[in-house]
């Protein structure tokens, strides 16, 4: 698989640069517990505090959100995220790429490089993403990561419920073929 390639010379999408944590996405209740559940003792967990930046980030991936966003993640209150080594490395990186089976990770490790805009699936444009590299196409990058635009749009979903974001009325539509 290609995460795994891209794991194997780095850098990848699960290693933030030292002193960026605080941008670094998330996790629910329901998501921390699915991996404490697959590795109990992993320390892979960090305390966040809510900050303005991290806030504005959020909104970029959520537009016009922010009012839900400040109340879900309220300023001067904290939430988890994973936990990276003093290198930015996420702990659960290991050298073929995560150590995590898939349905145990979180959603946003799971829908990415994807992302959904409004009703339009995207993706982040990362330097150093293999499959952005190779695929330099949407539909391209979904194949080469054994995705599907339905796959991706179920997970960006899930990952809304799970963050605590009401689900986006416009992807009813996509969903009847509308």
């Known amino acids: ?9 780095g850098p990848t999408c699960c290693h933030l640069d030292p002193g960026h944590a605080e941008f670094c996405f998330p996790l629910s209740v329901f998501e921390k517990e699915r991996l404490q559940d697959f590795q109990p003792n992993a ?5 966040q505090a ?7 980030g959020m909104g970029r991936l959520f537009p016009g959100e922010s009012a839900a966003l400040l109340e879900i993640f309220p300023l001067g209150k904290e939430h988890f995220r994973l936990a990276v080594d003093a290198g930015g490395r996420c702990r659960f990186l290991g ?20 992302w959904i805009l409004g009703v339009r699936i995207t993706f982040f444009d990362s330097p150093t993403c293999l499959a952005r590299k190779q ?8 194949r080469l990561l054994g995705a ?12 809304r419920l799970a963050w605590g ?6 992807m009813a539509a996509v969903k009847r073929g509308f």
């Open 1 to 9: 698989m290609i995460c795994k390639r891209c794991a194997a010379q």
């Open 43 to 47: 320390g892979g967990f960090a305390l």
């Open 50 to 56: 809510n900050t303005r930046a991290f806030l504005d």
């Open 95 to 114: 050298q073929d790429g995560c150590l995590v089976p898939e349905e145990f990770r979180p959603y946003y490790c799971r829908i990415y490089p994807f």
């Open 135 to 142: 695929g330099g196409r949407l539909a391209e990058m979904i």
């Open 148 to 159: 599907s635009e339905a796959q991706i749009r179920d997970l960006h979903g899930r990952l």
């Open 165 to 170: 974001l009401a689900p986006r009325p416009d």
